[in-house]
């Protein structure tokens, strides 16, 4: 029997078994000689009922697809609904007037609550250790020194093992540096001076007709997918700068090179630097502006001398957020930036990055035990590792600054 | 020649001019739709402390802020009348509010000193303004306007910590600090007293009483003690509206007004 | 000494040339900081523009289709049909061979070099949806091959050396006489909106990869919804502050800002290799992005759920409802426009999230859409990737078309939160 239909069926049991616990108790709640005689209201001893089905059902059906996959079906399926069905028809025994139906139902409800939010923790705990076992695996053939250290990445490895460079090579340097070439620096060089001065002219100089029509204009750009700016970086700006390059008598200026990848990833980043920025300004006091005003400074000066000053941390917790996430960021690097683990400072190369290898190494024809694709994971992890250390280094920026002036 | 030097030019023209510093005529505000101030016209002099009082809303905050014309800076205000600085417009196209603001000074109600060190707080108009050739001349206008403030002696061993570490008294002295280092004609104090305890009003009030002769000081206060205390000239304003404006001896025990009567006595406020 | 001092200081004479001079300086630089600040945003605003002009450049053409006219005959013999007219039986029958001929005849020789040869699906289409065309005669529009498609775009020029070009000289004359005839004319492209993806460009259409994206979403909805919702309700109604639900908090913060691509390794290391559920399928890619989405929508409804007063907990505490009634009566349904608006600016995000669903093999080449939740199926941006990769400049074209879809998708998507954020938000 299908597990789709199996749910269904559990969840109609349930719902059939909150109207049966309803009924007896309107039953009994109309015979009852004052409302204060019955507990609960009907309403409660319902979906006591309908829990005593739904928990035992769907926990042995979850534990029959986690386990025992394919399996006896029929067999699986009548155990799931016998055992819904045995909770039910012990729950409806014990409905009666005295019965504490809401006290067990809210029970039940804050259980599932904790439950829900306790998923967040599972989901951090599941990236790390599937990170983790994985990149163990990785690291029992290709030692930590040489991934962390190495300089030479190749992970082509041959099909036959008498093949030339049949081993691979799997030295990440130039992959780190290709991520921070393009994240770290084209792209913030570029993000970070347009978000700044775009809030700053948004929240100090624009009419409010102007700023209502501009920010969301600002969001549409933070609002196209990822994959859309890749297309546009590829088909459009990379040849740009390759000729740029040429005209600058670079000749070896590539299709696919750093700067293009790195300067459309900076445009995708400036609604969120101007976020932040905008934010960060905002928490600024507004006697501190008009303190510098008063004292006859110009708006440019109270923006210089003042507010910026005041609105530092914000402003460096979001640039951290943001190179976190332009580290992050896959499709632009995998469509314009190229393959080639080049280590050079020429913008106009083409360079990779970590995220465009995971994607490399994992698409297309691949067997899963190979050090080619456990590498991925390995990338994963230091990836996860770094953006996890700015995230939580900016969110404490960002909230001793909002503490600072709450 | 120096800036002294042409300065002491200045100050002979000043002093030898009898005139009031300020002047009023027929100033409204409008906040959006509301009209907040009805008409007002009033002389401000060097010699003496003007204080505003009235109850809350009655519009005295609102015409403080339209003789350094920072009701430039809310959205939505719109100020008619004429209001003139030694004889200049404040309005006129060719006055410059930057200027105009270096000029007429302002002290707030809670005390809002930068986020930067004493130093800093105190030096940031003399540096906006040009108004130091030399590192040495900006110490000295720092000291000095600290000495002039009363807190020269409390915070001269730690000029480079922050001014927000000060109590809530020594910041709003900071800020008067901060308002004369660029040598202003007048000073507009906007309830400066109501964010701190009786101890730091009282030597604020003794520091207001000090700066008077060499400044023309204007207070907005709720608190009619304090007007009492530091002014000579008392406007009651009320709805929007100037009700009465005379010396401040005369308004405190002989007000001509039913209405400031009544607010004198407590019967409303 | 402070007498002393005070008077030591001499008053500002403003007219001062050097001051005079000094003022117009920084009125000068306000100016400039105040025009920088402008190109800034004119920068950013121009390259939006510029993204959007270049689609609209390239794809609009996407929507448009060169069709050939050809005049067919639906004989039974040529077809291989018996007098059998089940569905099967007409499904499986030889439309190629009727349609190569029928080609030949109506365009001539050089027709199949005109012709898709994928048109002869449309007659297929055409007899399923109506049995008597059987042994009719009827005039169809079929495509033209994505070449001359292109060509007569005006997006080839054959340039100076005919042997170069993309398209053959013959097919170039072919289409002139054709032309000529009146048998060709560009017409609205159905094919687009109603075809999976195909090898060939003329035939490739973003139905299936649309209905990826739907089934994909659902299951994102369907998990990320109720979860987030409880796990906001939880963390802002009743968590007890200690370090655990300071943990619950860090970690929801962290994932929101944990590169999505991480999340496609989650899919791939647990849903697929550990729990061996399907590749490519709608639900593995829903549940990845479901996890994505999560802390978006519990941060969301958080703001939202802490936006509703005290007082209304109080008043409704106040009249006995135990504290989940308060909740779930009073502020959940106060709070749920928020909720709602965060919600569909997660989804919208995931909508466009194209890397983690690489990971778990939403690649798949698929000619028929998606059936349901466990078939191989690919999502928009996937088939955007992966026609941008592809050669065959035809794609190029359906690449800017599709994501002129996508975009018009999300944008439609974000103007139903904006509306429902403007409706219903209340200041309280």
């Known amino acids: 029997m299908d597990a789709t239909f199996l749910l269904l069926l559990a969840c109609g049991l349930a719902l059939f078994g909150y109207v049966l616990g309803r009924q007896r108790a309107a039953a009994f709640t109309a015979r009852a000689p004052s409302w204060r005689a019955v507990h609960s209201r009907p309403g409660f001893h319902g979906s006591f009922v309908a829990l005593a089905v739904a928990i035992p059902a769907l926990l042995l059906l979850g534990i029959w697809a986690a386990v025992g996959r394919p399996g006896p079906s029929a067999v699986g399926a009548a155990i799931v609904l016998l055992a819904g069905l045995a909770g039910g028809a012990l729950a409806l025994r014990r409905l009666e007037p005295s019965f504490r139906a809401r006290t067990w139902v809210e029970r039940a409800t804050m259980l599932v609550l904790l439950a829900a939010s306790v998923l967040a923790i599972v989901t951090t705990v599941g990236i790390v250790l599937s990170l983790i076992v994985e990149s163990i695996r990785f690291f029992e053939r290709v030692p930590v020194t040489e991934f962390l250290f190495g300089t030479r990445w190749s992970p082509q490895t041959a099909i036959r093992a008498d093949q030339v460079g049949s081993s691979g090579a799997f030295g990440a340097v130039p992959l780190f540096w290709g991520t921070i070439f393009i994240g770290a620096i084209i792209a913030m060089a570029v993000a970070v001076p347009l978000g700044l001065l775009s809030a700053i002219y948004l929240s100090q100089y624009a009419s409010g007709i102007a700023r209502r029509i501009l920010k969301p204009v600002l969001e549409v750009l933070a609002g196209v997918p990822t994959v859309v700016y890749g297309y546009f970086a590829a088909l459009t700006v990379a040849p740009a700068v390759r000729q740029l390059g040429l005209s600058l008598g670079i000749e070896d200026a590539s299709a696919e090179s750093a700067l293009a990848a790195g300067l459309v990833m900076g445009i995708m980043i400036i609604p969120f630097v101007s976020s932040m920025a905008d934010d960060a300004i905002n928490a600024v006091p507004q006697a501190m502006r008009d303190g510098s005003l008063a004292m006859g400074a110009t708006s440019s000066e109270t923006v210089r001398l003042v507010i910026i000053p005041a609105a530092l941390p914000g402003i460096v917790g979001g640039i951290l957020l943001a190179v976190s996430r332009a580290i992050g960021e896959t499709m632009i690097v995998v469509m314009a930036a190229g393959l080639a683990a080049n280590l050079t400072l020429n913008p106009f190369k083409s360079v990779t990055t970590v995220t465009a290898q995971i994607v490399q190494l994992l698409t297309g024809d691949q067997e899963f035990d190979s050090a080619k694709t456990l590498s991925a994971f390995a990338l994963g992890l230091v990836l996860f590792l770094i953006t996890l250390v700015l995230n939580i280094w900016a969110l404490r920026i960002v909230k001793r600054y909002r503490e600072a002036y709450e | 020649m120096s800036i002294d030097t042409l300065a002491r030019v200045a100050q002979n023209q000043r002093s030898v001019d009898a005139r009031p510093l300020m002047t009023a005529r027929d100033v409204h505000v409008w906040y959006g739709p509301k009209h907040a101030l009805k008409g007002v016209s009033l002389d401000i002099t060097r010699e003496n402390v003007t204080a505003f009082i009235g109850p809350s809303g009655c519009g005295k905050s609102t015409f403080l802020r339209c003789f350094n014309r920072m009701n430039d800076t809310v959205a939505g205000a719109r100020v008619e009348g004429r209001i003139e600085l030694d004889g200049q417009d404040i309005h006129a196209p060719e006055m410059d509010v930057v200027q105009l603001r270096a000029r007429v000074g302002m002290v707030f109600q809670k005390p809002n000193p930068f986020p930067k060190s004493i130093y800093e707080n105190v030096a940031y108009g003399p540096r906006i303004h040009g108004l130091a050739a030399s590192q040495g001349e900006l110490d000295h206008i720092v000291e000095h306007s600290l000495q002039r403030a009363g807190l020269w002696d409390e915070v001269k061993d730690r000029l480079q910590d922050s001014g927000t570490a000060l109590s809530g008294g020594q910041q709003q002295r900071l800020c008067i600090a901060r308002a004369i280092a660029v040598d202003p004609e007048v000073v507009l104090m906007d309830e400066p007293c109501s964010a701190l305890d009786p101890i730091a009003t009282a030597k604020v009030e003794e520091l207001i009483e000090e700066l008077r002769g060499r400044y023309a000081i204007v207070i907005v206060t709720h608190n009619m003690q304090q007007a009492a205390r530091v002014s000579q000239k008392t406007a009651f304003f009320h709805l929007g509206e100037m009700v009465e404006y005379g010396d401040t001896s005369q308004i405190f025990t002989n007000p001509r007004e039913a209405r400031t009567r009544d607010y004198i006595t407590g019967r409303y406020g | ?428």
């Open chain 3, 1 to 428: 000494m402070t007498a002393v001092a005070a008077a030591s200081r001499q008053p500002t004479d403003w007219g001062h040339p050097r001051l005079a001079q000094r003022l117009r300086r920084r009125h000068r630089s306000e100016r400039l900081f105040r025009a920088i600040g402008l190109s800034a945003l004119v920068v950013a605003v121009g390259f939006l523009a510029l993204l959007l002009g270049t689609m609209l450049k390239d794809g609009v053409s996407g929507f448009v289709q060169t069709q050939a006219r050809i005049d067919t005959t639906l004989d039974p013999a040529t077809l291989e049909l018996s007098a059998d007219r089940s569905p099967e039986a007409l499904a499986s029958a030889n439309y190629l061979a009727v349609y190569l001929r029928d080609v030949r005849e109506s365009l001539g020789q050089d027709g199949v070099r005109i012709a898709s040869i994928n048109g002869w699906t449309e007659l297929r289409r055409r007899v399923l949806e109506d049995p008597g065309l059987v042994g009719q005669r009827l005039t169809l529009w079929v495509p033209v091959r994505s070449e001359v498609d292109q060509y007569a775009k005006g997006r080839i020029d054959v340039g100076a050396d005919p042997t170069l070009a993309p398209i053959r000289p013959e097919q170039v004359r072919a289409y002139a006489r054709l032309e000529a005839e009146g048998r060709i004319r560009k017409a609205f492209n159905r094919t687009f909106l109603s075809a999976a993806d195909s090898t060939s460009p003329e035939s490739a259409g973003i139905r299936g990869a649309f209905v990826g994206s739907l089934l994909t979403i659902l299951v994102t909805l369907a998990l990320a919804f109720p979860v987030g919702v409880l796990a906001a309700i939880y963390l802002e109604e009743f968590a007890p502050k200690n370090r655990w639900t300071d943990l619950i908090e860090v970690s929801i913060n962290n994932l929101a800002a944990v590169p999505s691509i991480i999340f496609g390794l989650l899919g791939l290391a647990v849903f697929l290799n550990t729990m061996g559920l399907p590749r490519s399928a709608p639900l593995v890619g829903g549940m990845t992005l479901a996890l994505m989405t999560l802390p978006v929508i519990v941060i969301a409804a958080r703001a939202a759920i802490k936006a509703v007063p005290p007082s209304i907990r109080e008043a409704a505490l106040g009249i006995g409802a135990s504290r989940l009634q308060t909740v779930f009566q009073h502020v959940a349904p106060l709070a749920l426009p928020g909720i709602l608006t965060g919600t569909i600016i997660g989804v919208a995000r995931a909508l466009g999230e194209t890397a983690p669903l690489l990971m778990v093999g939403m690649r798949a080449f698929i000619v028929d859409a998606p059936r349901g939740f466990t078939d191989p199926a690919t999502v928009l941006p996937v088939q955007i990737f992966l026609w941008s990769d592809d050669v065959n400049r035809g794609f190029v074209e359906k690449t800017s078309a599709a994501i002129l879809v996508l975009l018009a998708f999300l944008l439609a998507i974000n103007a139903v939160a904006v509306y429902l954020r403007n409706r219903y938000e209340r200041k309280w």
